[in-house]
């Protein structure tokens, strides 16, 4: 990992976690992500098409029983391009009420996640498993993610991102299509479905909330995303 730029520090320290950083050298000095402009490495939008259909379908989906405890469905923010996906397992309260992905208590430690890899909100794009919320935060159930999962294959077809980061052992669980506990996840790369895009697993931000000595692991677990991410 490059050398971290004053606001990776700041989100790092956000979070609890302390890095011990090698001193600079002059190849250090090169812009770091956060001050480059933004750039798309995919070379035309011609591939992506329009995905208000998409938006519009999920906006009115009656394909499961969440749909009527639901406040609104919440299909995903961010980046129509980004090279960064992260995946959670289901909107919350918060969520539910605004329509948007990660916007309570996990979706600020998410931000300052996201944050302490030198990138904002708006670069990466940020979805769930499930689009709508499950009565009292429960553990969705298998019939709601079949319904749904077709809506993520699509997001991420349009997205065509260069890395999947899971957060939680749900949405782990989901995307790698296994029983295994997260523990088991963690540290390795997976692939997404058919294609070829990398996956990660790390903890879901309402874990580390309740658990902050992990987030050092969660840090070494988004170290990994940048390093596969940055050898592509
Ligand atoms: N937890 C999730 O998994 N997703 C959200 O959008 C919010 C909380």
């Known amino acids: 990992m490059q050398r971290l730029s ?35 490495t995919r070379g035309g939008e011609e591939h992506r098409g329009n995905w208000r259909p998409l938006q519009q379908q999920v906006q009115e989906c009656v394909r499961c029983e969440l749909s009527k405890t639901r406040t609104h469905t919440v299909f995903g923010a961010g980046n129509e391009s980004a090279d960064w996906m992260f995946v959670g397992e289901a909107p919350g309260a918060e969520e ?13 430690l998410l931000t300052a996640m996201i944050g302490a890899l030198g990138m904002s909100r708006e670069e990466v794009y940020i979805a769930n498993v499930l689009k ?29 991102p260069k890395i999947i980061v899971a957060l939680g ?15 088991k996840l963690r540290n390795q790369v997976f692939q997404f479905e058919a294609s070829e895009i990398p996956l990660i697993v790390t903890y879901h931000p309402a874990y ?3 658990n902050p000595l992990d987030k050092r692991k969660a840090w070494q677990d988004l170290c990994l995303a940048r390093r596969i991410l940055d050898s592509a």
Request: glycine fraction near 6%; hydrophobic fraction near 35%.
């Open 6 to 40: 004053a606001r990776q520090r700041r989100c790092l320290d956000a979070m609890a976690i302390q890095v011990w950083e090698a001193r600079a050298t002059a190849a250090d000095t090169r812009p770091s992500r956060e001050s480059a402009a933004p750039e798309d």
């Open 96 to 108: 539910d009420r605004q329509g948007l992905p990660f916007v309570g208590r996990a979706g600020r």
């Open 132 to 160: 709508c919320r499950p009565p009292n935060n429960r553990d969705p159930m298998g019939a709601e993610v079949r319904e749904c999962e077709s809506y993520l294959h699509q997001q991420v077809a349009h997205v065509r």
């Open 169 to 183: 052992r749900f949405a782990a669980q989901s995307l790698v299509k296994t029983t295994r506990p997260i523990g």
């Open 208 to 210: 580390l909330l309740r």
